[in-house]
């Protein structure tokens, strides 16, 4: 066998990409950092699989490595390397189908607004005609 696939880490490190990444680049409590990105930073924060390669390559580094290549049992260093490498791409391509997945869901769950009240003829009421004239 030339690479062993833990299913387990390559769940966790897909999951926690797009997590990272929505929570970085997406989300109501980040606006001040992502609002006020310009530039090259600005393109980074709105690419999911940009970021995912980042965190990816921050995970792989810390540990959370789905793929061992067992090719490389002799050289530790290049294991070592090919596992980190292996993480990045797979936290790259798996992070914007799971933030898709996350964000289908989200829309799926959330309450729909109300309509707006009409009035005797079927047109909207806007908020200037409510109240006492």
């Known amino acids: 066998m030339v690479f062993t696939l833990d299913a ?3 769940a966790l490190l897909v999951v926690l990409a797009a997590i990272g990444h929505w929570l970085v680049a997406r989300s109501e409590i980040a606006r001040p950092l992502w609002e006020r990105a310009h530039g090259k930073l600005d393109r980074l924060l709105r690419c999911v699989a940009c970021t995912a390669v980042w965190l990816g390559l921050g995970l792989g580094v810390a540990g959370l490595r789905p793929v061992r290549w067992v090719v490389f049992d002799h050289w530790r260093w290049l294991q070592a390397s090919a596992d980190v490498a292996t993480s990045v791409l797979l936290a790259a391509f798996g992070a914007p189908i799971a933030q898709a997945v996350f964000l289908w869901a989200r ?6 607004d109300p309509e707006p009240p009409r009035d005797k003829d079927g047109r909207a009421i806007s ?3 409510i109240g006492p004239r």
């Open 8 to 10: 387990t880490s390559l």
């Open 127 to 129: 908020a200037s005609r």
């Open 107 to 112: 829309d799926m769950t959330a309450i729909p």
